[in-house]
């Protein structure tokens, strides 16, 4: 299945997520989002969705110096981001329950019409 309309609602909060335990560059994010399942996630749209966040106040960067190349701006969850992601969480929680109990259990038409052996239209 093909998950990247799915990334693009719910890319802030899982690179949220992701900073809410440990500071990270880029590639360091892309990384650990991709350790975590999100394998189909592309290093642009995460790079833009960290651009993103830190404009809109939820990140904040700070550089560090790299041994072996140029130095690595690193992005920190601020407290406007911490709230951002416990309000995403909840909403996610609340959509997803829905959505399991939606795929997940026939609906009344559909339960009525297997009960009597007809099938829906």
């Excluded at 809410?20 to 999100?38: H, K, P, S, T």
């Excluded at 833009?48 to 550089?63: D, E, F, I, K, Q």
Aim: hydrophobic share 40%; glycine share 10%.
């Amino acid at each position: 299945m093909d998950t990247t309309q799915l990334l693009k609602g719910v890319l802030d909060v899982a690179v949220l997520a992701v900073l809410r335990d440990e500071d990270g560059y880029g590639y360091d994010i892309v990384r650990r989002l991709r350790a975590a399942g999100i394998t189909e996630i592309g290093d642009a749209s995460v790079y833009g969705t960290l651009r993103r966040l830190y404009a809109a106040g939820a990140l904040s960067t700070y550089v560090v110096p790299s041994e072996g190349g140029p130095n690595r701006k690193y992005y920190a969850l601020k407290d406007e981001g911490a709230a951002m992601l416990e309000s995403q969480r909840a909403t996610w929680n609340g959509f997803a329950a829905i959505f399991s109990t939606l795929i997940n259990t026939p609906t009344p038409d559909a339960a009525k019409n297997q009960a009597n052996g007809s099938e829906a239209p």
